[in-house]
């Protein structure tokens, strides 16, 4: 993986621009220039790429961002935002002349409102802390990516992070109403209303996904919704993918809304069994479908859930009957990404698909895999198609990452072949950047960057991210070049 | 100028020399829209695909909305949001205008429906984004942005969107002899707690609605716990179905006089309820009011609430934050870069 030289103009700046940074903040502590500190800032979760920043800087409050951005606007640095560093993607992987700026001190609750159904806060606080915030007022924050217990707000709306139960209540995007953000050249903008609705164009819907290259979003307005009374799930098992997948498409098809249905595959049920001992069936893929309600009511969307597996014939229909038989059906799809590190170095894909193509991409998958000889796991929401390939290979043998990283790119193309995308939830950051192309048109991309361009004219935000680099190459290279 | 093709819309709007505006059905216009010579989408018609089983379909824009609403009722489906009908509307007019009818109190608004365009641009180039998944952050999400541009950023051509299931069975609880005050708090008290409603708004003659859908059993142990929840305090009854969220959501598609539409907090609506004239609707649990009132009216509106007039005179309330307009006019510009796009959501 490629990245843009960095600036050596600034670099060789770092003393004057730390110092002016440390001006800015009330506690001269919230800017790191040491390198054994800066180093803890080096890579997020895609942990394969690193770079140590410039300098990290800690800000407290919005106008500590924006005095920030000023600075690092005056002096042409290139700025990467950061939450909870759990990008999958290398999002907020700095380069080695960049800012860091962490909002890890910006965790408050401004404003809960049951009434209006919503909460404010700042965006460095996590994504279970905003549910734990609401929960004792009989209310919870709809998207839950699996990270949820470390990744950011500011992190979830950046990358538009989705969910197990995104198939019922959608993804950030769709829960978020309104956002403090401020721009490269230090403005405050305060975007979204009522309901999420904004003067003029929907800028916050923009800004939702745009990956920390648009703004920094210091403050979130979250809609949130009301506990439903219950949950339950099913585990479905069959003999075959094909029937899994037809069993997905009935189930949706037949008008009963599940908040989630996750998949799992042999390889992967296997390495779970070993991890966790969840108790799976032997079988070749298995359902989770869990739904929501009463008790009366999810007696009823089982029953009717029922009927329509058993025309499928499953190995087996295991419906919870109790909390802790609940948590057992959970636990190996919870444990599956763990399990599979056990066994093996891995790759976690994020491609999507129309859910008609499913039987079609697991064969695929199936077929690239035994001709790159690497075997692939399959875990993920079935429900909306997001699928989770896991690559395994190993770290240590020579060659082995660029065949995972090639057939990893094959499976992502199949996806976009079959209608799909490149990534569902995790984002493009590094990862996916010189993928795009095979997903969008120049004319596509132009449009995206162009957009950017009237954000932050000289692409200092995150500016190596999203774009393939030659596309993106005139565009970044302003900043530098008019600073040096 | 009415193109039969993408291909043909483009080259249209790349020999454009003077001001157009995109329309469909010319439905959804403003006050002051539709100026310029007016480019007609209603030939560009079609759904291109549907699967029931992946909630999705793709639509050309020109084709009319019931058109599309028919093909997803004979296979049991509906919109995921729910669009005003309007003789001649088309799907185009709907995303141009993001029409969202009172299901966005569950459901989200069209925006949240929308999952991936083709548009031509102001340049007259032909763009995608977005998808026809239900689940895509690939680049940046121009759909959200283009969705409610009324025009102003391309003509969009093709809109996937989300569909749902028609719920087995709908039911209105009509709440009377409620103030104000009293109508807010019923209609909180359905949105705050695990009742799943649907809808929730009051009608001009002051009928508090909401409603519930879903399985049989459900509906029926849903509406019991919400009359329980609401008290005594209102005289409450059950009707089978939801034709008054019909009447609730084309309020206003008839008449001569000035129609605000005012967005704003559920916990805000009450003083601003105070100072309206009738007649009025209430929507979207109190967030959402459109009101017959005079085109002089300058309600005092509360922080971060906005109005809009919808007939009359072009009148938007309050003045766009100086920052925000600049990226607004970026934007246009950086897709309309000779400023020929006007408005023509429709
Ligand atoms: C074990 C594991 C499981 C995961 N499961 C899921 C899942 O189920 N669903 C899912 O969607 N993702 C998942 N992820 C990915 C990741 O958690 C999400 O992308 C998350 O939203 C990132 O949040 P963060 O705070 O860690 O952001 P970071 O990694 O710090 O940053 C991510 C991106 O956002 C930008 N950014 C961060 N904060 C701001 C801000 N305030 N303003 C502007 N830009 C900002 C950064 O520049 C970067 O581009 C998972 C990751 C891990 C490690």
């Known amino acids: 993986m490629e990245m843009p030289a960095p600036d050596m103009s600034v670099i060789s700046r770092r003393d004057q621009i730390a110092a002016r940074l440390t001006d800015a903040l009330a506690d001269p502590a919230a800017v790191i220039t040491d390198p054994a500190e800066t180093r ?79 909460i404010r806060v700042q965006t460095g606080r996590t994504n279970l802390a905003v549910t734990g915030a609401v929960a004792g007022q009989g209310f919870f924050y709809a998207p839950d990516p699996s990270s949820q217990l470390a990744c950011a707000i500011g992190g979830n709306i950046a990358m538009n992070s989705g969910g197990a139960h995104c198939l019922k209540y959608g993804v950030t995007t769709n829960n978020l109403l309104g956002a403090t953000v401020v721009l490269m050249d230090g403005a405050v903008v305060e975007l979204g209303g009522p309901m999420g609705e904004g003067a003029g164009l929907d800028l916050l819907g923009v800004i939702c996904g745009s990956e920390g290259q648009l703004g920094i979003v210091t403050e979130a307005t979250l809609r949130i919704l009301p506990t439903p009374e219950g949950a ?85 229909f295991r419906e919870s009957g109790s909390e802790d038989e609940s948590r057992r059906i959970w636990l190996g799809r919870k444990s599956a990404f763990g399990a599979m590190g056990v066994i093996s170095d891995y790759m976690c894909l994020d491609g999507t698909i129309p859910v008609s193509q499913l039987p079609h991409v697991l064969n695929r998958i199936g077929e690239l895999s035994a001709k790159a000889g690497l075997r692939v796991a399959n875990v993920f929401h079935a429900g909306d198609g997001n699928m989770h390939p896991l690559i395994l290979y190993d770290a240590n043998a020579p060659g082995d990452l660029e065949r995972c990283e090639d057939l990893g790119a094959d499976i992502l193309r199949l996806c976009v072949e079959v209608g799909g995308c490149l990534t569902g939830e995790h984002g493009v950051g590094v990862e996916k950047r010189e993928l795009m192309t095979a997903q969008y048109t120049p004319a596509d991309l132009e449009a995206q960057m162009r957009v950017k361009d009237v954000f932050d004219p000289q692409w200092l935000l995150n500016p190596a991210k999203v774009f393939p680099l030659t596309v993106s190459a005139a565009r970044r290279g302003q900043g530098g070049q008019d600073a040096a | 100028m009415r193109p039969e093709t993408e291909k043909e819309l483009a080259a249209l709007i790349r020999a454009a020399t003077s001001p157009v505006s995109i329309t469909g059905g010319a439905t959804r216009l403003r006050p002051g829209e539709g100026q310029g010579n007016r480019i007609d989408l209603r030939a560009l018609t079609g759904i291109t695909l549907y699967e029931p089983e992946a909630l999705t379909v793709v639509v050309r824009a020109g084709t009319p909305l019931a058109e599309v609403q028919a093909a997803l009722a004979a296979e049991n489906q509906m919109l995921a949001f729910e669009p005003d009908p309007r003789d001649g509307s088309t799907i185009g007019g709907v995303v141009a205008a993001n029409a969202s009818g009172p299901r966005r109190v569950s459901a989200g608004a069209c925006r949240d429906a929308m999952l991936g365009i083709r548009m031509v641009t102001g340049e007259g180039e032909i763009i995608r984004n977005g998808g026809r998944v239900m689940k895509n952050v690939t680049g940046y999400d121009l759909v959200k942005l283009s969705a409610g541009a009324r025009g102003t950023l391309g003509a969009i051509t093709e809109v996937a969107l989300k569909t749902a299931p028609v719920p087995p069975v709908r039911a209105t609880l009509r709440l009377t002899g409620l103030d104000d005050a009293g109508a807010i708090a019923a209609m909180t008290t359905a949105l705050t707690g695990p009742f799943d409603v649907t809808g929730a708004g009051r009608l001009t003659n002051g009928t508090v609605i909401l409603r519930l859908e879903g399985l049989a059993g459900s ?24 034709a008054d969220f019909a009447t609730l959501r084309d309020y206003g598609q008839t008449g001569e006089a000035a129609l605000w539409r005012i967005v704003l907090r559920p916990s805000q609506a009450e003083p601003l309820l105070a100072q309206l004239p009738d007649p009025h609707i209430v929507d979207w649990g109190g967030a959402l009011i459109r009101a017959e009132a005079p085109q002089d009216w300058r309600p005092d509106l509360p922080q971060g609430a906005r109005a809009d007039c919808e007939r009359g005179a072009a009148m938007s309330l309050p003045e766009t934050d100086p920052v925000i307009a600049r990226l607004n006019a970026g934007i246009r510009a950086s897709f309309d870069p000779r400023g020929l796009l006007l408005e023509g959501a429709a």
């Not at chain 2, 509906?219 to 939801?242: F, K, N, S």
């Open chain 1, 40 to 118: 803890a800032y080096e890579c997020d979760a895609l942990s394969a790429y690193r770079c140590p920043p410039l300098a990290v800087v800690l800000p407290s409050t919005t106008a500590e961002v924006a005095a920030v951005l000023r600075i690092c606007h005056d002096e042409r640095v290139p700025v990467v935002p950061r939450g909870a560093g759990t990008s999958l993607a290398g999002g907020s992987m700095p380069t080695a002349d960049a800012v860091v700026i962490g909002l890890a001190r910006m965790t408050d609750v401004l404003e809960i409102n049951p009434q209006d159904r919503l």
């Open chain 1, 232 to 316: 339950r799930p099913v585990l479905i098992a069959f003999d075959s993918a094909e029937t899994a997948g037809a069993c997905v498409a009935a189930i949706i098809r037949s008008g009963i809304l599940p908040v989630a249905i996750e998949y799992m595959d042999r390889p992967c049920i296997a390495a779970t069994e070993d991890f966790c001992g969840a108790g799976y069936p032997d079988c070749e893929a298995l359902l989770i479908v869990e739904v929501e309600g009463s008790a009366p009511e999810i007696d009823e969307q089982l029953r009717l859930i029922r009927d329509i597996a058993q025309g499928f014939a499953p190995l087996e």
């Open chain 2, 219 to 242: 509906v029926e142990y849903r509406a019991g716990r919400l009359r329980e929840a609401l008290g005594p305090q209102a005289a409450i009854e059950t009707v089978e179905g939801d």
